[in-house]
Each structure stands twice: as C-alpha cells, then as structure tokens.
C-alpha cells in the first residue's frame, strides 16, 4: 500500500506544478515581452486606432575581446632578468612570471602579480643601499605603477565574466525580479579599486576580486537590463503613436463630460498602465541607474590609453546613461513624452490624476 502512494503523490505534484506553469503562461503581464504587445493592443482597442507594425529590438553586443584588450608594455628584459637574482621577495615574484604558466596568466592574475610586483619592489626598495639596483627597482616601479590602470581595465573588461554579465542572450529582466544590490555592492568596490590605482596607491586588497566576477557568471543582470530598456523605449513610443493619433481627432469627451469610453479608458489607465506597465518601468530604470554609472566609472581610461573606436561607442551608447544618443536617456525621453500623451489625453475628460475636475 506504502508504494501506491508514491506514484498518487508524484502525479498530483505534476499536476500541480503544470497547473501553476498553465496560469502563468497563460497570463500576459508576467512577462516583459508579453506584457508590452498586450498594453499596446488594449490600447489601440480602447482607443479605436491601429496598431502599428512593431519595431524588432535591435542591440550592438559587447565588442570582441580583441576590441577590449588593452596593450601592456612588458618591462625590460635585462631589468627582469637583474631582478631575478636580486635577493628578495621580488626575485620570487618575478621568477613566477616568467614561469610557463606566469606566461599565459588571466587579466585577473596579471593584476595580482603586477600588485604584487610593485609592493615587493618598494620593500626591496627599503633595504637596499646600492645605487645601481635603487635606481632599477625605482625605475621599475614607476614602468609597472604607470601600466597598472590598463592592466586593472583588462582584468575588468577582457574576460569571460564581463560577457557574461552583458550577454543579451538570458532574455529580459523579469516583471519580478530580485534585487541587484550584490551586483552592485561588488561593482562598487571595483570603482573603490580603481580609485586607489588612478591616485598611485597600491596598497590594495584583491582577495574578493574573483568571487566579484564569479558573481556575474551567473547574474547576467546589465545585459537584461539593456535588452529591456531597448523593449520599452520602442513600445512606449509605438504607444505614443498610438495616443497622438487619437488626440488629433475629435476630443474623446466634449466639455470634458465623461463619456463611457472615457470611463474605459480609465479603467485602463490605472489597472494597466498604472498597475502593470508602470511598476516595470521603474524597476528597469532604478536597476539601470543602480548598477551603470559604476560599470560607466569602470570603463573610463586615464592618461594615455585609449580604447577601441568600438568599445567607445558601445561605453557612450550602453553605459553611460548621461549620453543623449544613449539607450538610457532614450528610455527616459520615451517615458516623458509617453506621460504627457496620457495627460493630453485624460485633460480631455478631466480626468488627468493629480487634477481636480
């Protein structure tokens, strides 16, 4: 008998869960993609206009490796080649790095040696009384301390991790998404890091650099959200479209007495837009405004490297959300205009909230 009701309880528990992923899919507004093709076709209804041909969301993709791999001046070979044998930390230091796996090292590990090899320098630097080998260890230093903010931006920007948190392929930030505060709690003390090295200090704890990156392998979070700030900007304006059309026609009520299918509209106002489309937007734009200043911050270059012609344009056209051809200042000029057809159009029947008919 006690095995009979294994299989009862695994049926009921599929039907269950079938029936869970049953309401879910069959509900519009529970996905980004869904919820906007459906305001814009109630909208359209509600106001007797046409639905205009929806424009494909169209995204440039995080530039190659290539593009995003600064070059580093490598230290003289004689230099290294003294300091080898020189005795102290730094011998050790640098006989790791030309060893066969020290050759081939990660952005993120060439970023500890070179931390590495400019502390153990200034120690060497400290205990030494010889002038030849004070003014290689100082020449060095200021090779390796001058580098450093290229290597920190390689060891940020040229590995897997980045393309994983930028990828467009994970689909859109969901309608209930979790928050990104540890996203952006790590991508703020990436900017506390590069601070230091931009102000010659370094001084500096790497430790907690990998679980950082780890973090993005399986967030994905800044590509999410840059697919569906693209969504919203481009539905938000088809929706405008749709209400400037209306609000060219006969006034929807005359003398602002309100009509039945004014009372429809609002209906619609507040238990679609207001309740439904509106909360997602400003999720989008929070969580936007959250995490892509500090990735902005990151990709800033001092002095005189320079990055690619196509990591530029990709840093002023995703990343920076004060660029005026950005995708965030797109969305947030989609967003004003959109409210202010609504208000044209609710003005009509005195109904725009916040006023008193």
């Keep these: 008998m006690i095995a009979l009701r294994f299989p009862m309880l695994s049926i009921k528990c ?11 899919s069959c509900d519009p507004f529970s996905q980004p993609e869904s919820m906007m093709d459906e305001y814009l076709v109630r909208l359209a209804r509600v106001l007797e206009q046409d639905l205009p041909a929806p ?22 070979v004689n230099m290294l080649e003294f300091l080898s044998f020189y005795g102290c930390e730094l011998q ?11 050759r081939v090292m990660l952005p993120i590990n060439r970023l500890r040696y070179e931390v590495r090899f400019i502390e153990s320098a200034k120690q060497c630097l400290a205990t ?3 002038k030849k080998t004070t003014h290689i260890l100082q020449q060095a230093i200021a090779k390796k301390s001058a580098v450093l903010p290229a290597v920190f931006w390689n060891a940020i920007w040229s590995t897997e991790e980045i393309e994983q948190l930028m990828t467009y392929s994970k689909g859109y930030l969901p309608v209930d998404a979790n928050s990104i505060n540890t996203i952006r709690t790590g991508l703020q003390a990436l900017v506390d890091i590069k601070k230091q090295i931009d102000n010659k200090k370094f001084d500096i704890n790497l430790d907690h650099l990998g679980t950082i990156q780890q973090q993005w392998l399986y967030s994905h979070v800044a590509g999410k959200l840059l697919k569906s700030a693209q969504l919203l900007t481009l ?8 209400i400037d059309k209306r609000l060219i026609q006969k ?17 619609f106002f507040f238990n679609i837009y207001i309740a439904k489309v509106q909360p997602y937007l400003a999720s989008v734009s929070q969580q936007g405004e959250s995490i892509f200043p ?3 911050k990151l990709a800033v270059l001092q002095g005189e490297n320079v990055a690619s012609d196509e990591f530029q344009h990709y840093q002023r056209t995703y990343l920076d959300t004060q660029s005026s051809f950005g995708i965030w200042q797109k969305l947030q000029t989609a967003i004003q205009l959109h409210t202010k057809s609504w208000q044209h159009l609710l003005e009509q029947c005195g109904m725009r909230p916040g006023v008193n008919s």
């Design 14 to 24: 599929v039907f269950v869960l079938a029936l869970v992923f049953l309401l879910t």
């Design 128 to 130: 030494t009384d010889d």
């Design 92 to 102: 050790v230091v640098v006989a790791e790095r030309n060893s066969i796996l020290g």
């Design 55 to 76: 424009a494909a969301p169209v995204l440039t993709k995080l530039p190659d490796k290539k593009e995003r791999t600064l070059s580093i001046p490598e230290i003289d």
């Design 294 to 296: 500090l990735l902005d």
């Design 235 to 242: 539905r938000l304006n088809e929706a405008t479209r749709i």
């Design 251 to 267: 006034p929807l009520c005359y003398k602002q007495r309100v009509t039945p299918q004014a009372e429809i509209l609002r209906s």
